[in-house]
C-alpha cells in the first residue's frame, strides 16, 4: 500500500516541539503532502523541513489530494476544523479536546461513523509504553483489585519559558488546564480501571491575567478566564480515585499517577515515556523500577496517535483513542464544572462509558 498522505493543520509549539521532530517513524506508513499554519512564515518554514507544501487556509489543505487530517490546531478551532475534515471525507486524528463540548464530540463521532471515516482523538496516552505495561499488570491480576488513585497533570504557571505560540486559547473560558491537562489522567484513569460514574470537584482562579515576558508574543497581556486550578474526586469502579489539574503551580516530585491495590501498587508518569514504572508487587518489601522499552527519548510521545490512525485505516480496525473515550471524558469535564458550581457531587451521563477500552489491549495496533 501506498504511505498515507496527510494534512497536518496547526504548526505552532505542539506541532514543532512533540509531533514533527519524530515524524521520520512515519516513513513507509504516511507522508506530510501539506502543512497549514495561520502565519505564512512559519507554515513555509515548517513546509521546507517537513512537507512538499503549504497553505494558511485550512479548507484548502482539507480538499489537498490528502487521505486524512492531523488537527494540531488551538482548542477553540478544534470542533470546526475536525467537522470540515470529516464532510470533506478525510480521516481525523485531534489533538485534544476533539470539540469544546460533549455534545459537539458526539456530532464529531456519529459524523465519522456515518460515513465510514477513522477519527482517533488525542491523547493517545494509553498508546504510550508504559501505559500499556500498566495496563497488562493490571491484566494479570498480580496487584489485586485497584482501591484507589492519585493523579496528576502539571502545566506549570505562565508564561511558560520558550513558549513560541500564542497561549490564549489556553485561558480562554472554553480552555484551562481540566481540557489541556487533565484529559491525560482521566483517559488513563477510565482507560485502566472504567468509567467514572460520580465526581466532585472544586475550583480556583488565581490570577486575572498574566504578561509574556519571551517571545514572539512578548508584552501580551493574556486574560484568564478560566479556573486555573482544579481538584476532582471521581467514583470508578470499586475505586475513589483524585485527579489535579493545574495551571497555577510549580512541578512536584511525584508520578503523575499511582494505583494502589488491597496487596500491592503501581506508579507511573503519563508525560514521559522514558520514566521508569515503579511497582510495589504483593509481599515485597521494597518497590521495583521497571524501565519499559519506548522510541521517543524523553516525554509525551504523540506521534503515536498519529501511527494508529494509519494503521487503523489499513486494518479496518476500531481505535484505542476512541470518540467514545473522548466523549466520556468531555462528559467528566462537564459534570466537574456542574459540581463545582453546584458544591455537590454530579452523576456523570453514563451513554459513552460502555465502549470505554478497559482491558481491550487487543484494540491497540
Not at 504557571?157 to 520558550?162: A, N
Not at 494508529?308 to 467528566?332: F, K, N, Q, T
Request: charged letters at 20%.
Amino acid at each position: 500500500m501506498r504511505p498515507l498522505r496527510l494534512a497536518v493543520i496547526g504548526v505552532g509549539d505542539v506541532a514543532q516541539r512533540d509531533y514533527l521532530p519524530e515524524a521520520h517513524r512515519l516513513a513507509g506508513i504516511a507522508e506530510l503532502t501539506v502543512v497549514c499554519g495561520r502565519h505564512p512564515d512559519r507554515a513555509r518554514s515548517v513546509a521546507e523541513r517537513y512537507a512538499s507544501r503549504w497553505s494558511t487556509d485550512y479548507q484548502e489543505a482539507i480538499d489537498s489530494d490528502v487521505d486524512a487530517v492531523v488537527n494540531l490546531t488551538p482548542v477553540d478551532v478544534h470542533y470546526e476544523i475536525n467537522r470540515a475534515a470529516l464532510r470533506g471525507g478525510r480521516h481525523v486524528y485531534t489533538e485534544k479536546p476533539v470539540a469544546a463540548s460533549a455534545a459537539e464530540a458526539r456530532e464529531l463521532r456519529d459524523l465519522a461513523a456515518g460515513l465510514g471515516l477513522v477519527l482517533v482523538c488525542a491523547p493517545s496516552v494509553l498508546l504510550f509504553p508504559q501505559i500499556r505495561y500498566v495496563r497488562e499488570l493490571l491484566a494479570s491480576g498480580r496487584l489485586g483489585i485497584i482501591r484507589s488513585a492519585r493523579a496528576h497533570a502539571n502545566g506549570g504557571v505562565p508564561p511558560w519559558e520558550g513558549y513560541a505560540s500564542d497561549p490564549t486559547p489556553f485561558f480562554s473560558a472554553a480552555g484551562g488546564p481540566l481540557v489541556d491537562m487533565g484529559v491525560y489522567p482521566l483517559h488513563t484513569l477510565t482507560g485502566l480501571l472504567g468509567p467514572v460514574r460520580q465526581v466532585a470537584a472544586l475550583s480556583s482562579r488565581t490570577r486575572d491575567s498574566f504578561v509574556i515576558d519571551d517571545g514572539p508574543f512578548r508584552g501580551k497581556v493574556v486574560p484568564v478566564e478560566c479556573e486555573d486550578h482544579w481538584q476532582l474526586v471521581a467514583a470508578l469502579p470499586g475505586c475513589v480515585a483524585s485527579v489535579e489539574a493545574t495551571f497555577a503551580t510549580a512541578e512536584g516530585m511525584a508520578p503523575e499517577c499511582e494505583l494502589r491495590s488491597d496487596q500491592g501498587a503501581v506508579a507511573f508518569s503519563l508525560l514521559d515515556v522514558a520514566a521508569p514504572v515503579r511497582v510495589l508487587e504483593p509481599g515485597a518489601a521494597a518497590w521495583t523500577d521497571v524501565v519499559v522499552a519506548h522510541e521517543r527519548s524523553a516525554g509525551p510521545d504523540h506521534i503515536l496517535g498519529v501511527l494508529h490512525l494509519a494503521e487503523c485505516i489499513a486494518s479496518s480496525r476500531p481505535p484505542l483513542a476512541s470518540a467514545d473515550h473522548a466523549v466520556h471524558v468531555l462528559d467528566v469535564i462537564e459534570a466537574a464544572r456542574r459540581a463545582a458550581a453546584s458544591g455537590q457531587p454530579v452523576a456523570v451521563d453514563p451513554s459513552a462509558a460502555d465502549a470505554l477500552p478497559v482491558g481491550a489491549t487487543k484494540a491497540v495496533a
